[in-house]
């Protein structure tokens, strides 16, 4: 956390406590990124460089019913919408897409 002397700590518009809180949870959005990476390298692997039509779909319907169930109470789409965003991280670092 940036550090700052009293006077300095004085004129920000955030109090202290809020200050923290907004350094930690810049933290755990760096850590979940650097997971998102790790777990985006692992399914690369899973779906190697070349993957077919049926193994991208079978792979995507596997991806989201993991999803499902570890966050019941998401709404009707959400799983589709996580996966397109997940399947846009695979193209981005790895360049994989949805095979024709």
Known sequence: MTN???????VHALTHTKRTEAYEQGARFARNRAELMVIASDSATTLGTNPTFDEWN?????????????????????????????????????GLTKPK
């Open 58 to 94: 079978e792979y995507a319907t596997q991806w989201k019913d993991g999803y499902v169930h570890n966050n019941p109470d998401n709404k009707a789409n959400s799983a589709e919408t996580a996966w397109s965003r997940f399947a846009s991280t695979l193209d981005e670092f790895f």
């Open 4 to 10: 700052q002397t009293p006077v300095a700590q004085a």
